[in-house]
């Protein structure tokens, strides 16, 4: 079993430069929430359920007391503050920040690290126009390609300079790593480079190639790294969670799909993985699915190494992220967010705020 893993196997795996925050000077500890952007108090948002469940005004309450005080969404776990919004297909519900020392502006472009896994691979799924299975291994890490342990820091260090070829050009198949869940970046990079006809695209031009397809609007890749180089704002991301829910892509029926075991809580034998060894998460086409039967509610989801955290809730109803910036990359600070975020996704789904740091199952 893999348990302390090397940086290039955290929450991504490769962070463009970040850029200089919107906020500064804001005072540690205070909150500033979006007001006025429910819809009537007693209106549900659930319309034609036969369960019409919480109104949108407990919602709200219960999603914004469960950031402002529960203990795994507190300033002591995620110093740097954080913004956070949830919505369905047709917009925004509700958002707020929690400021710390660093924390985003909704519209600030920033990198979002293995969030960025998600955008390549519904880019992939919606350029070919299926699911071929012979993507799927380099989509759900099964395929054996992988940056090898002397360099680690390659998929770190791919540059705006360096086409996607280039970035690509240390990955390698491992033998015993095919047909089994290994977190590398290399997957990724391989298929681009040689699949994809992406290999001699430098930074500039694959933000112009995504973006064409996925419509962010801000995106840009800072490095050639298809795993983590993307940087993006929580509006922009919104607008891709928003599209996943309405049916625009042709990953929106296949969320889910093809997903395999991703951590030792569910597989026996080895396996690199950044998921909490407590927990059995499993992954699906570029995107974690929240399957462990004590913790989780089988959301999808795309935690990064600098705590931004998108998602979509099992019933594709609700898409919501929580958008952090970490001072530097880390397993953990993926994992620091979910935590959070998907405490706030339990209180806006039952309408009754959440004050342990631990999901009611």
């Not at 540690?28 to 109104?55: C, E, K, M, N, R």
């Amino acid at each position: 079993m893999l348990r302390a893993l090397p940086l290039s196997f955290v929450f991504l795996v490769g962070c463009g430069p970040v850029l200089p925050a919107l906020d500064a000077g804001a005072d540690s500890g205070t909150q500033d929430f979006d007001a006025g952007l429910s819809a009537d108090a007693g209106t549900s948002l659930d319309a034609g359920a036969i369960d019409a469940g919480p109104t949108e005004a407990a919602r709200i309450a219960a999603a914004t007391q469960t950031a402002n005080t529960n203990p795994a969404c507190s300033l002591t776990a995620l110093p740097e503050g954080f913004y956070w919004e949830i919505g369905d297909r047709d917009g925004l519900r509700a958002s707020g920040s929690v400021m710390g020392s660093n924390t985003p502006m909704p519209t600030q472009v920033i990198a979002i690290a293995s969030a960025s896994k998600w955008l390549y691979s519904t880019y992939v799924l919606q350029k070919v126009g299926s699911v071929r299975q012979s993507d799927v291994p380099f989509l759900n890490f099964t395929s054996g390609t992988v940056f090898p342990a002397t360099m680690g820091t390659k998929e770190l260090t791919c540059a705006a300079g360096e086409t996607v070829a280039e970035c690509a050009a240390s990955a390698v198949e491992r033998p015993t790593a095919v047909g089994k869940f290994f977190y590398s970046a290399g997957h990724f990079q391989k298929h681009a480079a040689t699949v994809m006809g992406l290999g001699a695209m430098n930074a500039a031009a694959l933000t112009t190639e995504v973006d064409s397809v996925l419509g962010l609007g801000d995106l840009r890749y800072l490095q050639t790294n298809l795993a983590g180089g993307a940087n993006t704002s929580a509006r922009g991301y919104a607008t891709f969670l928003r599209r996943m829910l309405n049916g625009g892509f042709v990953m929106s029926a296949n969320l889910g799909g093809e997903k395999v075991c991703a951590s030792e809580a569910c597989v026996a034998g080895a396996v690199a993985s950044p998921a909490p060894p407590t927990e059995g998460w499993r992954y699906s086409l570029g995107h974690w699915v929240e399957d462990d039967p004590m913790v989780g509610d089988h959301a999808f989801s795309s935690a990064g190494a600098l705590g931004f955290y998108p998602w979509v809730d099992q019933t594709k109803t609700w898409y919501g992220l929580v958008a952090r910036r970490a001072p530097s990359a880390g397993g953990d600070q993926g994992v620091a967010s979910l935590k959070c975020g998907r405490l706030i996704r339990q209180a806006w789904v039952t309408g009754v705020a959440t004050t342990s740091p631990t999901p009611t199952p």
